[in-house]
């Protein structure tokens, strides 16, 4: 056995006590949602168990977190969902799967847990900011994303209501939303302020029309290399929280990373985020004290050209993750009150005499 290795054996066994009586930090609720309907490629439904295989769980308790890992959700499936005026697809399943998020996310979130929901695709969002909102109805949200997701389902060219979910939650664009099946239980609950983009470069017609004329703050690739990331941040939460403190919803798609950094996403768009950005961004909503929900979303395990390509993604959903809930860039580690005494004294001068 080496010196290191007995060192470090030593240095455990003196910390254990320490260790054993440190309070977790906080406290922190895993929901998966293994739902693909919101988009037509299969393969993001397995997001969950990639990312939880990916040592999730461990690395959320070495940093102090109590974790409570609810499972996947058991989602409905409905039989011959069709199309909504012939071109919105599933939307009793979209709108179904968000109920029973929504519910899950307000249990967990009533708790006093800060909630990580995984998904999934982005639809997930409408049923995880509104279960936030009915326990915090003053929410704020910082959406971190390539592309907008604000169009109508009278603006859509997909069709895909992965690409809809922001129409859902604001309150300003209610009359211009048809009534979806499957979506009779959602209510709007932000307003056009309550929302910042942060990493935009693929932006639909109607999207540009809405973040235009509704008055919504957002920061494109092209406004990050202008400001910088640490000037946007402080843009971004001077504008949700500087005139009142509320809680804060972070959703965010691994497709605002650039595809080198996040390959196994259905919808990558060159020009993203890079590692170091995308983790800023966390860290900067995680040391306002007032993050309470983050959103993970549309990692697509199916979709990574080799296994190296899937595994930087994955893991790069669990930085995302760990920022957000505590870790920071001096080491992922837990916090300890005090140095360990040693159980003995050294030998004294008068025994080392004896030796020589």
Known sequence: MSARTRFFQLFRHQLKPTLQHQRFSHSVTIIGAPFSKGQEKSGV???PHYIRNAGLRERLV????????CGDLKLPHIADDECYNNYIRFPRSVGLANQKLAKAVSQAIAAGHTCV???GDHSLAVGSVQGHAHQCPDICVIWVDAHADINTPLTSPSGNLHGQPVSFLLRELQD???EIPGFDWSKPCLNSTDIVYIGLRDIDPGEYYILKNYGIQYFSMRDIDRLGIQKVM?????HLIARKQRSIHLSFDIDAFDPTVAPATGTPASGGLTYREGIYITEEARNTGMLTAVD???VNPMLGT???AVN????LAVDVIAFSVGQTREGAHCAIDELPIPEKTYESSEQYEAWL
């Open 62 to 69: 070495g940093l102090g977190c109590g974790v409570h890992d």
């Open 312 to 315: 930087a993604t994955v893991k």
């Open 45 to 47: 439904e397995h997001g």
């Open 176 to 178: 211009k939303m048809p």
């Open 117 to 119: 929901t995984l998904g």
């Open 296 to 298: 993970l979303v549309e």
């Open 306 to 308: 080799t296994a190296s």
């Open 234 to 238: 402080e843009m971004t939460l001077d």
